[in-house]
């Protein structure tokens, strides 16, 4: 049936299996555009492709299917950058299309004409353009393989406005297969050699595609093994935080506790980690290239494995599959390890409940309530800032509870997310930690989320300043605070302003009530906490 490009294009995504889409609209694919107004792809309106893109990165690591985003030339694409590079940290699956000039005025610095695949090409796993109609299903096939495929990640594809427009009678693909890779017999019997071998082993979960749907049998494997598991930065939610083997997370402000065991092991198992900076608190855990501890690295991507610690044994794999192998080989638990593993679970239970605070508003008990009053598949968003320690350290999340937090480290994605959340499964409850900076970068998506009726409870942490720079500055130069201070707005008004139902708190009694009112409101809802002017 012949069609034009940007129809073809639509009718591609509806074959992936695509449900939604989020974008701002641009002239550069207006034929796209027109598609998706018969398509059942839902497409979700953004206020800044930033926004659009984080909220597809946030898909991509909540659903394990590419998030995807839709952008015009030139400043759409720029804008969107800030959360490619947020996915390909996150390692999570997203494709960014983007509207380019037509293909007989590239090369001549046309009307917002980017080289994306320059531009990209550093920041994402694969950056293309397609210049031929008839390539459309090809390379769009090709997109989600990659994006899906070993380490998951952004894709960018360009699309010249004359390619949409263009007439093909090429048929879509069908859906994309992505291989799972498994170990090796000899790898997984020389990994439980080790296993048997360690009195103070522990797990570092990352995140793969399997990783999720996995964490059942992680949890199981590392009770039955009895091996503390730990995950890596803002991936708390891999594993149920409630078995015994749970011991904290890796990353940004790692707990004393945590990183005791992680020094003091004599064997990792690295699941889908990459020993990025974070984790290994900024490459001072271990000794590189050659470790101290043994190091059993399983990674889909062989890409990963070598890159920075080289392991004694190196196994690409998902770490489903490398599980499920393992418990098929008899393992022994040395006597010593017993004692190992109860005490980690036991000084993260400690760590889990923070000291009382002396504000009027006292996170502690906030955290301790919802703990006990959020639904079991409560999903929790976070930008970032000082604030995020509280979702991040404060809270045990079930087996059915999600955290998405960016482990890049970048501002303004929890509204975003928690908007994606709310797309992907409006029945389930999104709560959006985010802080009064971290807002204002993506405030604006509190007008998308009114309008696609993906509305969830926004939290907002003020205490008018950009506290953790203000923190760093406090140790590196005391007494010489420099632009972090924040003249804020009346974020309740600006909550009422977009259809929001909108409160704020200032003590903690009022905290339960307004939650309360936050979750029966069909609106969404914005509860602004108010902190002393810089608190940290």
């Known amino acids: 049936m012949e069609a034009i490009g940007g129809h073809l294009l639509v009718r591609c995504l509806e074959a992936q299996d695509v449900r939604a889409a989020f974008g701002v609209p641009g002239e550069s694919y207006l034929a796209v555009l027109d598609a998706l107004h018969d398509s059942p792809i839902e497409f979700v309106t953004c206020r800044q492709e930033g926004g659009a ?33 947020t996915a390909m940290q996150d390692s999570s699956p997203v494709i960014l299309f983007i509207g380019q000039a037509s293909m007989e005025h590239l090369g001549r610095e046309a009307f917002q004409e980017v080289d994306y695949r320059a531009f990209f090409g550093p920041l994402v796993k694969w950056a293309t353009q397609i210049e031929s109609v008839d390539r459309i299903p090809e390379i769009v096939s090709r997109a989600f393989s990659v994006a899906q495929s070993g380490r998951p990640g952004p894709v960018v594809i360009s699309l010249p406005e004359d390619v949409l427009s263009g007439f093909t009678n090429t048929d879509v693909g069908k859906p994309v297969t992505i291989a799972e890779p498994a170990p090796s017999a000899e790898a997984v019997s020389a990994a439980a050699s080790l296993l048997s071998a360690s009195e103070r082993p522990v797990i570092v ?18 009770e039955a093994n009895q091996v503390p598991v730990l995950t890596t930065f803002r991936g708390n939610d891999l594993i149920d935080n409630h078995s015994s083997s749970f011991a904290g997370a890796a990353g940004v402000g790692m707990a004393n506790h945590v990183e005791a065991l992680i020094r003091e092991s004599d064997l990792v198992l690295a699941l889908g980690v990459r020993f990025d900076e974070m984790m290994t608190k900024a490459y001072t855990l ?19 494995l070598g890159k920075v610690v080289q392991a004694d044994v190196a196994v690409q794999s998902t770490a489903a599959n490398f599980l499920r192998a393992l418990n098929d080989v008899d393992t022994t638990v040395p006597a010593g390890r017993i004692e190992w593993f109860e005490n980690a679970r036991a000084q993260q239970t400690n760590a889990l409940a923070a000291a009382p605070s002396t504000d009027p508003l006292d996170m502690s008990e906030v955290m301790a309530w919802l703990q006990h009053n959020v639904p079991d598949d409560v999903i929790f968003t976070n930008g970032a800032g000082n604030f995020s320690r509280w979702p991040n350290k404060h809270f045990a999340y079930g087996h059915n509870a999600r955290l998405l937090g960016p482990e890049s480290g970048s501002m303004g ?12 499964n409006p029945d389930r409850m999104a709560v959006a930690f985010v802080g009064d900076g971290d807002l204002q970068m993506t405030i604006q998506e509190l007008g998308t989320a009114t309008q696609a009726g993906a509305q969830p409870i926004v939290l907002v942490f003020n205490n008018a300043t950009y506290g953790t720079i203000r923190m760093h500055q406090e140790r590196e130069h005391p007494g010489r605070v420099s632009g972090t201070d924040l003249w804020n707005p009346d974020f309740v008004a600006i909550g009422n302003a977009y259809g929001f139902h909108s409160e704020a708190v200032s003590t903690t009694a009022d905290f339960a009530p307004a939650f309360e009112r936050a979750a029966a409101s069909t609106s969404g809802a914005l509860l602004e906490l108010k902190f002393p002017a810089g608190n940290l």
């Not at 990165?57 to 694409?77: D, E, F």
């Not at 994605?413 to 992907?424: E, Q, R, S």
Request: hydrophobic share 45%; glycine share 12%.
């Open 53 to 85: 893109a984080y909220a597809a990165s946030a898909w991509g690591r909540l659903t394990s299917q590419p998030g995807i985003a839709l952008v015009t030339r030139g400043p759409g694409a720029t804008n969107a950058s800030v959360g490619l590079h």
């Open 205 to 222: 979960a990352g995140y793969d595609r399997t990783a999720h749907a996995g964490r059942g049998r992680l949890a199981e494997f590392a």
């Open 286 to 304: 271990f000794a590189i290239p050659d470790a101290a501890q043994k190091i059993v690295h399983v990674h889909a991507s062989d890409g990963e």
């Open 413 to 424: 994605y929890g509204l975003p997310a928690a908007i994606a959340a709310k797309v992907d």
